[in-house]
T-cell receptor
Framework: AQRVTQPEKLLSVFKGAPVELKCNYSYSGSPELFWYVQYSRQRLQLLLRHISRESIKGFTADLNKGETSFHLKKPFAQEEDSAMYYCALASNAGKSTFGDGTTLTVKP | EAGVAQSPRYKIIEKRQSVAFWCNPISGHATLYWYQQILGQGPKLLIQFQNNGVVDDSQLPKDRFSAERLKGVDSTLKIQPAKLEDSAVYLC??????????????FGPGTRLLVL
């Protein structure tokens, strides 16, 4: 069975501070990991996926297979980063499992 | 490019009634997903179609939920009869993949269902 755990429901940081949103997964095969974001009053959208190795809006995420983690990081948080963040895992067959999300609040 | 469309946006029904949701995916997207998102939780996959075939419906409560994707384009999700615990946001998503595998999903705005 595949599982995604986001241990923090809420995370609050000040503007300009580093931020890390944790994601741990359980999957027996080789997973594809994603971070999706939902800004206020907007639909859920892709932020980044590990296979592309891109940095989107200053966010990066590294897949650590040893620790089965895919934490999302940004060195300097901005107020516009305040949103709900979901980590997701897709199996080789394309079946997706989402974590329960972390609400990030960036305070001025 | 038009996004994933869903209707209705909101629905209030009484328990034991029936309800149906509609989804129109992005043009050309072969894979369509229905998710249930209960308040405070992440989206849970109910059913995944590739064209008009079912890829995964292992978490669909088949005694009351049904879904179809006729002609491999639009899809409908039905609940009959509804229970209080079905109150949730129902999300539709689509992805391009023609051959399966993990791909970026594009989400609709969701339908918020309240069962009284």
């Amino acid at each position: 069975a595949q599982r995604v755990t986001q241990p923090e429901k809420l995370l609050s940081v000040f503007k300009g501070a580093p931020v890390e949103l944790k994601c741990n997964y359980s999957y027996s095969g080789s997973p594809e990991l994603f971070w999706y974001v939902q800004y206020s009053r907007q639909r859920l959208q892709l932020l980044l996926r590990h296979i592309s190795r891109e940095s989107i809006k200053g966010f990066t995420a590294d897949l650590n297979k040893g620790e089965t983690s895919f934490h999302l990081k940004k060195p300097f948080a901005q107020e516009e980063d305040s949103a709900m963040y979901y980590c997701a895992l897709a199996s080789n067959a394309g079946k997706s499992t989402f974590g329960d999300g972390t609400t990030l609040t960036v305070k001025p | 490019e038009a996004g994933v469309a869903q209707s209705p946006r909101y629905k209030i029904i009484e328990k034991r009634q029936s309800v149906a949701f509609w989804c129109n995916p992005i043009s050309g997207h072969a894979t369509l997903y229905w998710y249930q998102q209960i308040l405070g939780q992440g989206p849970k996959l109910l059913i995944q179609f590739q064209n008009n075939g079912v890829v995964d419906d292992s978490q669909l409560p088949k005694d009351r939920f049904s879904a179809e994707r006729l002609k491999g384009v639009d899809s409908t999700l039905k609940i009959q009869p509804a229970k209080l615990e079905d109150s949730a946001v129902y999300l539709c998503a689509s992805s391009f993949s023609q051959i399966g595998g993990a791909e970026t999903q594009y989400f609709g705005p969701g339908t918020r269902l309240l069962v009284l």
